[in-house]
């Protein structure tokens, strides 16, 4: 009994299935003109590969004092999706007013070529690396 | 002993032993427990179904209204650059009325009149199938949306396309400050986006150069949480009609209380008013195109190319889609 409850929930779990994204840990440094950077947001989103038009959901994470971040994915797991990824490094917060409006919590430190024009591009070893270092620089 | 087994048949009663029992009991178990996702996801399909059905009517009624008036119809139309209700007029969701068979609904809106003007409110608080996918939670009554006079209205399902995100805060290509007729601006525009400022008007077949099998025109947006943050179908207000591709994946997911969560945009709430992103098992979300054809598009799916496929003018090669 044991056995055959064993084999249908093999099955099931192999019909639904569909792509999937292997994950891999990933830590690193962000330092703005060479000072680390604390309370920057960092996001990892992944590139396709190829034809295929899906690669995966992205990671997130948030520099501690020394600049230190540890990516978690969006799924909830730790780590990033290997492969290439698009990165954005943000230090822009805000809260919601009561019509709507934006009141900034935290300014956008970061030139837009960090963020909303970012051609950063860090690729995600498949064993991971603690080396995802990004040293950036505030001069336009 | 030998005599009290002999008999032992007789005295049983006619009927089944527990074991038997249990094992049916157990049979039957498994059967429903098989049978019930397989009915569950049937449903699921059919609910999807219909949401690209209604899609597919939006897209047939949109390239009714390009032949009657050589336009698409405008994202919104925004009368000043302030966010105030009476800066609003009208949207492309009451645009094609007409195209979808509703005639004397359009006609009972005024587009002289501000879109949240009482005279207006009738059509705003209408609950229409053809702008509601069943799949969308809690769309089947009004409610009273962020950043709207305090008025439930009735939601919807779908936002237009209205372009790319370039800045923080709000910053949507089309959106008041950023609206400009700078080169960069106009690489990012949309197939339906605010018209009205910046001396932005409304797109035709012939703008999308990018080619209509290339550009998403409609889409799907559903929210589990923050009813407030629903689509509203007949609200002009930009948030609450149009939608923008956006690179991050967290803006695919339905669940606007999360998209704005500390794991996802963590204080970038402006990411999430502009999301697009479905209740349909798998995260699949559903567009009609340029061209008319519905597809299915992953959450999945590369951000860029996204992001590519909401412009009509990026000129961005999209292999593979």
Not at chain 1, 94 to 112: A, C, D, F, M, T
Not at chain 2, 44 to 69: D, E, F, P, S, T
Not at chain 2, 286 to 291: N, S, Y
Request: charged share 20%; net charge neutral; with cysteine.
């Amino acid at each position: 009994m044991t056995r055959l409850l064993l084999t249908l929930a093999l099955l099931v779990a192999a019909g639904c299935g569909g792509e999937s994204y292997p994950l891999a840990q990933v830590s690193g440094t962000v330092t703005l003109d060479g000072k680390p950077l604390p309370e920057a947001r960092v996001f990892f989103e992944p590139k396709r590969k190829g034809e295929n038009i899906n690669s995966g959901f992205g990671s997130t994470a948030t520099t501690n004092e020394q600049g230190r971040f540890q990516l978690t994915s969006l799924g909830g797991d730790s780590g990033a999706v290997i492969g290439e990824h698009y990165v954005l490094i943000r230090t822009i917060r805000g809260e919601e007013g009561p019509n709507g409006q934006v009141v900034i919590v935290s300014r956008e430190k970061l030139p837009s070529r960090y963020h909303d024009q970012s051609t950063l591009i860090f690729t995600v070893p498949p064993d991971g690396t603690e080396q995802a270092d990004f040293a950036l620089t505030s001069d336009p | 002993m030998k005599n009290q087994s002999r008999q032992e048949p007789a005295v049983r009663p006619a009927g089944f032993t527990l074991v038997e029992l249990l094992v049916v009991i157990a049979i039957i178990g498994i059967l429903i427990g098989l049978l019930l996702p397989a009915v569950q996801s049937v449903r699921a399909a059919a609910r999807r179904i219909q949401c690209a059905n209604n899609l597919k009517q939006i897209g047939l009624a949109m390239h009714n209204y390009h032949a009657a008036y050589n336009s698409l119809p405008p994202g919104t139309i925004q009368r000043g650059t302030s966010n105030a209700a009476e800066t609003h007029v009208i949207n492309w969701a009451i645009s094609i009325l007409p195209n979808l068979e509703h005639e004397a609904l359009f006609k009972s809106y005024d587009p002289r009149l501000y879109n949240g003007h009482d005279q207006n409110l009738p059509v705003l608080k209408t609950l229409l199938p053809v702008m509601r996918c069943p799949a969308d939670s809690d769309s089947n009554q009004l409610h009273v949306p962020t950043q709207f006079r305090d008025e439930p209205i009735a939601p919807g399902s779908y936002k237009g396309v209205a372009g790319r995100r370039w800045g923080s805060q709000n910053g949507y290509w089309d959106y008041p400050p950023f609206a400009s007729q700078a080169k960069s601006h106009l690489a990012g525009r949309g197939p339906l986006h605010m018209v009205g400022i910046g001396n932005h008007d409304c797109e035709t077949f012939d703008t999308i150069r990018d080619g209509t099998s290339n550009t998403l025109l409609v889409g799907e947006y559903h929210t589990k949480t923050k009813p407030d943050r629903k689509a509203y179908w007949a609200s002009a207000h930009s948030f609450h009609s149009l939608g923008t591709p956006q690179l991050e994946s967290y803006t695919r997911v339905p669940d606007w209380e999360w998209c704005n969560g500390p794991q996802a945009a963590g204080g970038m709430f402006w990411q999430c008013h502009r999301a697009f992103a479905s209740l349909h098992p798998g995260g699949t979300i559903q567009f009609v195109l340029g061209d008319g054809s519905v597809r299915s598009l992953s959450e999945n799916i590369d951000g860029r190319l996204f992001e590519d496929l909401g412009t009509i003018h990026g000129g961005e090669v999209v292999a593979g889609f």
